[in-house]
Structure formats: C-alpha cells, structure tokens
C-alpha cells in the first residue's frame, strides 16, 4: 500500500491522525517498555500517564 492509496483510504484527516499517533507509539510507549535506563524509563511512562489523563478527560468512559 502506497501513501497515495492510504491518502485516498482515510482522507488528509484521518492520515494526520495515524501519523500523531504512531509518533506518540514510537516517542512515549516503546521507551516506556524497552529503555535501558530507569529514568527514561520513568519519565516515558509519566508522560504516557499525562496523555492517558488528557485522554481520560477528553472521551470518559
């Protein structure tokens, strides 16, 4: 699947969204998981904490 057929499957909006989002994977859930140091470590999943609260805040479940 090329950018052009994913362009035309989700539209400008939704490949924004699963572009931020697979940023947010990449930047703040694996260095949560498989960081050597603790304080990576620690300071990933306080930020993915904030995130979730944010999210938590915007869509309560």
Avoid: C, E
């Avoid at 050597?36 to 609260?53: F, G």
């Amino acid at each position: 699947m090329t950018l052009h057929d994913l362009l035309d499957t989700l539209g400008p909006v939704g490949l924004l969204v699963l572009l931020g989002t697979v940023m947010v994977f990449v930047g703040v859930v694996l260095p949560t998981i498989w960081s050597r140091h603790a304080y990576r470590r620690s300071a990933a999943r306080a930020t993915m904490n904030t995130l979730l609260k944010a999210l938590r805040q915007l869509y309560p479940f």
